[in-house]
């Protein structure tokens, strides 16, 4: 057997297990006749979702943070429970999956990783329809970009599925949406930025040298300062820290300031990453003297 999940039972009728291998150790239930080879590690979510989806292949189709997983634009715990969307009565909800009943057309689905999931457009509109603010904007953001759709397709979704809960929200949302950003915690930084009251910052900014050239792309920006912003994820390993020095110096060359944050300054300390913003920017107003704004462009 491989690692992905199996039907016990089917294994057993190809006389590739016993009923003993499946409950020697070696093997993890997972739910009702689907395993995996057991790793001594918690299951991911895509290894959850995965064997979710041998119980509903036929009728459904992994859905919500299962889906987006799976369409690589993980942006759920880590913890999430596996979700599939089935349009029959047969599959009942239990701990580690959640069971939603809804019709589900050919449009709405797409195939990622060998199971049928949800379209992102599909997965955005039942995400962002029960996560709160923020985190609705993150999924909306990580599935339009892998989507490749304007946010604004949700509001037309509302029309086409009126009367759904959460649906008369999804303005705000929308509003808040950009499907630029490459990262989760990028969108949670700019989210964070706003919620305090910082202007809005460009997201995926390019900064070009005098031929042209691209000298830097931020995930945020105030051009007009010639700040940036960066989120740094897990700690970079040393070659990336020293091209990351390299940039920052090229760029302040050029007079931009960078300010970079990490996971904890999003999560732990938002306010005091906030205030830290505002004073840079105080800091900027009052250092810059009008001038020409070197060449740049905002990515589309």
Known sequence: MDDRPFRGSAAIARGVLTRGDLRSGRYHQVFRDVYVAASGEPLDLTTRSCAAFLLVERTGALAGYSAAELLGTSCG??????????????????????????????????????????????????????????????????????????????????????????????????????????????????????????????????????????????????????????????????????QDNRRDMAVAELSWETMRFGYEDVWDTPRHTAERVHRMITARQRLLIPAVTPPSRAVR
């Open 77 to 242: 715990p880590r913890d999430a429970p596996a979700e599939i969307v089935s349009v029959g009565t047969g599959i009942r909800p239990r701990p580690g999956l959640v069971v939603h009943r809804d019709r589900l057309p050919d449009t709405d689905v797409w195939t990622a990783q060998g199971c049928r999931v949800t379209h992102p457009l599909r997965t955005a509109w039942d995400l962002a329809r029960r996560l709160e603010l923020t985190e609705a904007v993150v999924a909306v953001d990580a599935l339009a970009r892998r989507g490749r759709f304007d946010p604004s397709l949700l509001l037309a979704s509302c029309i086409n599925r009126p009367g759904r809960r959460g649906s008369r929200r999804l303005g705000e949302i929308v509003s808040l949406a950009d499907q630029r950003a490459e990262s989760p915690m990028e969108t949670r930084l700019r989210l964070l930025l706003l919620r305090y009251g910082l202007p809005p910052p460009a997201v995926q900014f390019e900064l070009l040298d005098a031929y042209g050239f691209v000298l830097a792309r931020f995930d945020l920006a105030y051009p007009g300062l010639r700040l940036a912003i960066e989120y740094d994820g897990v700690e970079p390993h040393r070659q990336r820290r020293i």
